[in-house]
């Protein structure tokens, strides 16, 4: 008999997670419920073929999963099903265990976002830059759409349809006023980095929005906040998903 087995575990799966915000998140939630028979505990792998075995150990327990960089994407060939927005944006960050055993793939980083951003955005708010294409800028990409406020990729490489970071002019930065942060750049402890965006050219029409919560105000905020820009960082969105998964998890 496992030590886990009489509790609802629940798990977060990710890459050199130790600082993650989940555990502590729902550590906390569940003391508060007095859910004594419930944890949450980390699933830090190197590389996505382990989750197997992680599973398995777990599996009389297992109720949930949230699921963080690097295996957003990486995670989905693991899966029974996909609700049909994590389908649409190809990320998954949560994963339900149903009762017969299956694993469902869901995404609730476009409702923690969309309800972070929408209380900031104006009329003049019209595009928005996503810098970063790893599997949270789908979910980011997947909410403007929603939004109806186009929006673009910027990434090193150049591709149809996104732009590079060499390509951000000023013209460009005029007319985009949203711009997101799904990179890790600036995360804690390497707080002095920074997206490579023309900073100079942000005005106080500007809203800057950094996925990243750990420091509270990044470098790439802390630029904007000096020309007057509007800025947010992850903290809200993650409260926010982290609490559309628990209904998941407990539907």
């Known amino acids: 008999m496992t030590e886990n087995e009489n509790k609802n575990l629940f798990a977060l799966l990710g890459k050199n997670i130790s600082y993650s915000f989940s555990k502590g998140y729902f ?4 003391k508060k419920l007095n859910l004594e028979n419930h944890q949450y505990i980390n699933f830090d792998i190197q ?11 777990n599996q009389q327990a297992l109720k949930g999963m949230n699921v963080t960089i690097p295996y957003k994407q990486e995670v989905m060939p693991f899966l029974d099903s996909l609700h049909k927005v994590a389908k649409e944006i190809g990320a998954v960050n949560t994963i339900k265990f149903t009762k017969k055993g299956k694993l469902k793939g869901y995404n609730t980083d ?14 003049h708010h019209k595009k928005a830059l996503i810098l970063g294409t790893g599997g949270a800028s789908k979910a980011i990409a997947y909410a403007f759409k929603q939004l109806d406020i186009p929006s ?13 970071y060499q390509e951000l002019t000023e013209k460009v930065l005029n007319k985009y006023q949203i ?4 990179s890790p750049l600036g995360t804690h402890p390497n707080i002095d980095e920074s997206p490579n965006i023309p900073y100079q050219y942000l005005t106080k ?3 800057l929005f950094d996925l990243i919560y750990n420091p ?3 470098t790439f905020l802390s630029k904007g906040k000096e020309k007057g820009a509007t800025i947010k960082n992850g903290f809200q969105m993650l409260e926010l998903q982290a609490e559309a998964s628990w209904k998941i998890w407990n539907k």
């Open 216 to 218: 509270t105000e990044t």
């Open 47 to 57: 590389q996505i073929e382990d989750l197997a075995e992680e599973i398995h150990k």
């Open 179 to 182: 711009i997101v942060n799904c």
């Open 152 to 164: 673009k990729f910027v990434s090193r490489t150049s591709k149809k349809k996104q732009f590079t």
């Open 27 to 30: 550590t906390e939630k569940f």
């Open 110 to 123: 476009v409702i923690g976002f969309k309800n972070s951003i929408v209380p900031l955005l104006k009329k």
């Open 205 to 207: 029409n500007h809203l």
